[in-house]
């Protein structure tokens, strides 16, 4: 559910809102990764992202969406668009960006198994409800399932 709150966040900003960080993150990468990241910097600077070319084929992202949190994502969140990006070949851009958006949701969302705060999953919920078409992450998985009260009658030997 977090995914798909994060990648809808995302798919619809047309100039999202961003956190500047206080100091730089320096990322660095493949020289072609980088060199996409940097072709696409206007695409990304309308999602939140503030990236520089610090050279040696290492990028300086200065703001981050607000949508994403955590600082230690950042590396692999590009990395990971680059390759969708790359990836796409015959794709159209904005399919290819679409695949990427995917990527970058799945990585800053909160992971199966790892603790979350209250406060965290409260805000999911939240969005769950007040947006009724959330229904499957972006890979397809339903995120919530509808059972009768018959079924949980059966869990309950009822």
């Given at each position: 559910?977090?995914?798909?709150?994060?990648?809808?966040?995302?798919?619809?900003?047309?100039?999202?809102?961003?956190?500047?960080?206080?100091?730089?993150?320096?990322?660095?990468?493949?020289?072609?990764?980088?060199?996409?990241?940097?072709?696409?910097?206007?695409?990304?600077?309308?999602?939140?992202?503030?990236?520089?070319?610090?050279?040696?084929?290492?990028?300086?992202?200065?703001?981050?969406?607000?949508?994403?949190?955590?600082?230690n994502d950042i590396a692999p969140l590009l990395e990971?668009?680059?390759?969708?990006?790359?990836?796409?070949?015959?794709?159209?851009?904005?399919?290819?960006?679409?695949?990427a958006l995917f990527t970058m949701a799945c990585k800053a969302a909160l992971k199966a198994g790892v603790h979350s705060e209250a406060h965290d999953n409260i805000w999911i919920i939240n969005r769950l409800f007040e947006d009724g078409s959330i229904k499957y992450c972006p890979h397809g998985r339903p995120v919530a399932k509808v059972f009768t009260k018959r079924e949980a009658d059966k869990w309950f030997d009822r």
């Open positions: 559910a977090h995914e798909r709150i994060l990648y809808e966040q995302l798919r619809k900003s047309t100039t999202a809102e961003s956190q500047a960080l206080l100091v730089p993150v320096i990322v660095p990468l493949a020289e072609e990764d980088a060199q996409l990241i940097l072709q696409n910097r206007e695409y990304l600077y309308s999602l939140g992202f503030d990236i520089d070319d610090f050279g040696d084929n290492s990028l300086a992202v200065r703001s981050l969406p607000t949508a994403l949190r955590n600082e990971q668009f680059a390759a969708s990006l790359s990836a796409g070949g015959a794709l159209p851009f904005e399919e290819r960006c679409d695949r």
